[in-house]
């Protein structure tokens, strides 16, 4: 499902962006670069979603020896449902998580979150090298 982004009506819903990469207010997270997932290679997405939960796990999951952050975003464009998340692995949408290909703006960082255990967070990537060694993709563009 598409969702055209009519700020009035989402003024009150939040959106966040984990990861590593060092911005700055204003900046704008553009497609195009190397994907955090899979094989890496340039993506045609760019997600972000409306829970913190999910946010921190795609800071702890990105690619990197940068420093794990969140940042709230502001989508310039459409947004859709991420068809990673939704339905094939959760029904609905209950992850709040979103993509798209309009660039994202960077209107803050929350510096204080809390990481998941060190050992749910072995976990979560020793299933996500498994599921590299079977061939299966984190990301589906």
Not at 9 to 19: A, E, F, K
Not at 59 to 84: Q, S
């Amino acid at each position: 499902m598409v969702y055209e982004m009519n700020m009035e009506n989402d003024s009150t819903v939040i959106y966040y962006h984990g990861t590593k990469a060092n911005l700055n207010i204003g900046d704008l997270i553009v497609p195009g670069y190397t994907s955090n997932y899979g094989q890496r290679k340039k993506a045609k997405y760019i997600y972000l979603t409306a829970t913190l939960e999910a946010a921190i796990w795609g800071a702890e999951l990105a690619f990197g020896d940068d420093r794990e952050r969140i940042y709230i975003v502001e989508p310039t464009g459409p947004i859709e449902d991420d068809p990673n998340l939704t339905d094939k692995k959760f029904p609905g949408n209950p992850t709040k998580s979103y993509r798209s290909s309009s660039p994202f703006k960077v209107t803050g960082e929350i510096h204080e979150w809390t990481s998941h255990p060190p050992e749910q967070l072995k976990m979560m990537k020793d299933n996500l090298t498994r599921l590299k060694e079977q061939g299966i993709e984190a990301i589906e563009d």
